[in-house]
């Protein structure tokens, strides 16, 4: 069975870079499908902020689109969110998920808690 | 972008009753292929969300026939016949027409 598991730091500080990785197991993410980075917000707004495709194509939700870098370590079976300059506003828990066939988002890790503060 | 709209829910809920949340989308969400791209999802307290219902109305694999989905390409309602106190949580609508994709600001269940 397919499972995704995010890791990264908890804490980050203001103007500072988040970083996570998504480690995948149970299917080899260039063998198909979307890899993305949804975030939900404290009060429960969710925001989906871009993916990478099976083929390394990126795409990402243009309100973020100067901050987020999405890559992948194919030898690792991994991939990672990187989210630049920071704010208070970046507070949420984010997860790492799969997306099928321009349908749905059939797979989610458990989601890490990211805060962000000095 | 696609705005979803989600309405509450009287809640709490009797154990036994139905359910039905509704969300609207600011864009008709019929393809011309003629699915309409609207997801539910359930997240459970201390989980991370769970695929209900895709292309409007059919449901995932494994979901109860106790959810059902239904609408239009702009007017949507997920229906949960039977509450349990296992569906309690948070119900997202999902558009997944285009990109970026959004939700709906989520609608809590909470039984009695």
């Known amino acids: 069975e397919i499972q995704l598991q995010e890791s990264g730091p908890g804490l980050v500080k203001p103007s500072q870079s988040l970083s996570l990785t998504c480690s995948v197991t149970?299917?080899?993410?260039?063998?198909?499908?979307?890899w993305s980075w949804i975030r939900k917000f404290p009060g429960n707004k969710m925001e989906w902020m871009g993916y990478?495709?099976?083929?390394?194509?990126?795409n990402y939700n243009p309100s973020l689109k100067s901050r987020i870098s999405i890559t992948r370590d194919t030898s690792k079976n991994q991939f990672f969110l990187q989210l630049n300059s920071v704010t208070t506003e970046d507070t949420a828990t984010y997860y790492c998920?799969?997306?099928?066939?321009?349908?749905?988002?059939?797979?989610w890790g458990q989601g890490v808690m990211v805060t962000v503060s000095s | 972008d696609i705005v979803m709209t989600q309405g509450a829910l009287p809640n709490p809920v009797p154990s036994g009753e139905s359910a039905s949340i509704t969300c609207q989308s600011s864009k008709s969400l019929l393809h011309s292929n003629g699915k309409t791209y609207l997801n539910w999802y359930l997240q459970r307290p201390g989980q991370s969300p769970q695929l209900l219902i895709y292309w409007m109305s059919t449901r995932a694999s494994g979901v109860s026939d106790r959810f059902s989905g239904s609408g239009s390409g702009t007017d949507f309602t997920l229906k949960i016949s039977s509450v349990e106190a296992e569906d309690v949580g948070v119900y997202y609508c999902q558009q997944f027409l285009e990109y970026p994709l959004t939700f709906g600001s989520g609608t809590k269940l909470e039984i009695k």
């Open positions: 998920a799969r997306e099928t066939m321009g349908i749905m988002v059939d797979y």
């Open positions: 149970g299917y080899t993410i260039t063998s198909g499908y979307d």
């Open positions: 990478i495709s099976y083929s390394g194509s990126t």
